[in-house]
């Protein structure tokens, strides 16, 4: 069990960091002028798209994060050398598809939210927690293989990280509630 919940960390690491990305990169100076929406203001039957909390900048920020996390766990934990460019760049790829595919989960679960009339900011749980663990895994299906096993814990582990992350953001009063 405890080498499946490793895995699980390991594996799906590069997407859940690129899912927190997004509101680092919300901080850093130089990138907090590139505000586009990533639906560019449109709205569909009344209300907007995805909302003014989705933005490019998120996106192409989370999606390069989670490439570059792919890209260190590539070095360190599994040892692959330099010299070993096709397996440090497939490893790369990886973590793009797994850090994209969780901002556009998030992204989808956000559109969803916006129909049913859930304001910006306000939970809705469970979707708030896992619709970066459905995207990441749905856009890496058909690029990476995992055992339905692998699969369950990934979605359990996660599904648990975030809710320990949202508590200690709480803890540091960098979120107003605690999930």
């Not at 998030?106 to 939210?113: H, I, T, Y």
């Not at 359990?156 to 709480?170: A, D, K, P, R, T």
């Amino acid at each position: 069990m405890i080498s499946n919940i490793i895995d699980a960390l390991l594996f799906f690491a590069p997407a859940g960091v690129a899912n927190a990305a997004p509101v680092i990169a919300n901080k850093i100076p130089l990138l907090k002028q590139w505000n586009t929406p990533l639906d560019f203001g449109k709205s569909f039957r009344g209300k907007r798209i995805f909302g003014d909390n989705k933005r490019w900048r998120g996106l192409i920020v989370g999606t390069l994060v989670g490439g570059l996390v792919a890209y260190i766990e590539a070095l360190t934990v599994f040892k692959v050398g330099f010299n070993a460019p096709w397996q440090l760049t497939l490893g790369f790829a990886t973590g793009l598809l797994l850090g994209f595919g969780a901002l556009i989960g998030d992204a989808v679960e956000s559109f969803f939210k916006r129909q049913a009339g859930v304001a910006p900011g306000k939970n809705w749980f469970p979707f708030d927690q896992i619709d970066y663990i459905v995207g990441g895994l749905v856009v890496s299906f058909p690029f990476v293989h995992v055992t339905f096993v692998g699969y369950f814990w990934v979605f359990v582990v996660w599904f648990c990280m975030h809710l320990l992350f949202s508590y200690i953001g709480y803890m540091l009063h960098l979120k107003d509630k605690p999930i």
